[in-house]
């Protein structure tokens, strides 16, 4: 069955580095979002992109992120200047056709620990 | 925008019981409801879910039910194994069910032997 995959599994670095998180949705899917969960709390909605552009972002995903899709495989997450409080796992997920099932199928994760 | 709440936030039962877990939601436009289930350290999978033109679902043990009046949902699992024992969220989606998802705060089973 197809997955969600997700590079690195784990990402350490120093505050205010660059952190680039990279996700391959499984191939047919048109819809990608990215999530993210700090620890033992909710999974919570960061942004979506549909067409090669932002559908909707919530108030998290300020300045210091950016989405990006450079081939037709891969869907980046960038955080320019990481700080203490984007220490979480971020999970990438991707749903299918429109009119066909909605469900949003995640990846493993990526835990980033900012130092 | 959506708020979705569930509760409890822990659910401890012994194996072979029942297990309910309920979530409310703000948004009369959500239409689509999913149950995710997140193991220790894993990915979140949906385990069923259900839209809004219908009252309930069911899937061998697992059966969910909607009362869109109310704005709640409830997951039913029943005949719990040890292997059921996990973190469960709900979550509700606008419109298409192409947008995000909102989730709940999540609930944490523990089934005992």
């Known amino acids: 069955e197809p997955e969600v995959t997700q590079t690195p599994s784990h990402q350490v670095t120093q505050m205010g580095q660059e952190v680039i998180l990279r996700c391959v949705p499984i191939?047919?899917?048109?819809?990608f979002y990215w999530y993210r969960q700090i620890l033992g709390q909710k999974v919570e909605f960061l942004v979506s992109?549909?067409?090669?552009?932002?559908?909707?972002k919530s108030e998290i995903f300020d300045d210091q992120f950016s989405v990006e899709r450079p081939d037709g495989s891969n869907f980046t997450l960038k955080i320019r200047s990481t700080k203490l409080e984007d220490s979480a796992m971020y999970f990438c997920?991707?749903?299918?056709?429109?009119?066909?099932?909605?469900?949003?199928?995640f990846g493993p994760g990526t835990r980033l620990t900012v130092l | 925008g959506e708020n979705v709440e569930q509760h409890p936030s822990t659910l401890s039962v012994q194996e072979g019981d029942s297990a309910v877990i309920k979530c409310t939601y703000s948004d009369s436009a959500s239409n689509y409801f999913p149950w995710y289930k997140q193991e220790l350290g894993k990915r979140p999978q949906l385990i069923i879910d259900i839209r809004s033109n219908v009252g309930e679902k069911k899937d061998q043990r697992i059966a969910v039910t909607l009362n869109k009046t109310a704005k709640h949902f409830s997951l039913h699992i029943t005949e719990t194994q040890p292997e059921d024992s996990a973190v469960y969220f709900c979550?509700?989606?606008?419109?298409?069910?192409?947008?995000?998802?909102?989730f709940g705060t999540g609930t944490r089973l523990l089934v005992s032997p």
């Open positions: 191939s047919n899917h048109l819809y």
């Open positions: 992109f549909y067409n090669n552009e932002i559908s909707e």
């Open positions: 979550a509700a989606s606008l419109n298409t069910g192409f947008q995000k998802l909102v």
């Open positions: 997920a991707s749903s299918g056709l429109a009119g066909r099932n909605n469900e949003q199928f």
